[in-house]
């Protein structure tokens, strides 16, 4: 199985973010502009939390709030899970479910260097059984010299 660093080399490192002090309504639009369900939250320079799209349906639908009044920093997620790159993709697959989390951000030696999805591990975990079954394939019907 892969490791997440696997996983970042495919899809990249871009990481988006918004400011902890920006109106949800701001990151909504955001994650739309940029077709994402989860941003990293910063204050300054620095991450401080995650605004996904249940935090949006929770604290802004569910409670009768405004997104255009209501600030990312009250309704984000401030205890934020992270991996580092050698973390297998079964292993942030279970941290998720576990959890009950749908982004995991990539932190290698302090530094943030990529933010994973649930579906960016399913994709690896298909990309990876797919890759084995033609190597399976090809070594039953003589095509590798194994």
Known sequence: MGTIADVLAKKGGQVYTIERTATVYEAVRRMVE???GALLVT??????????ERDYL????????????????????????????????????????????????????????????????????????ECQIRYLTDYITGKYPG
């Open 34 to 36: 940029v077709n994402t």
């Open 43 to 52: 204050q300054g320079n620095e991450p401080c939390g995650i605004i996904t």
């Open 58 to 129: 929770r604290h802004i639908v569910l409670e009768g709030r405004t997104s255009k009044t209501t600030q990312v920093r009250e309704i984000m997620s401030s205890s934020v899970v992270v991996v580092d790159p050698g973390c297998t993709v079964e292993k942030a697959m279970a941290t998720m479910t576990q959890r009950r989390i749908r982004h995991l951000p990539v932190v290698e030696s302090g530094r943030l260097v990529g933010l994973v999805s649930i579906g960016d591990l399913v994709k690896q975990v298909s990309d990876d059984q």
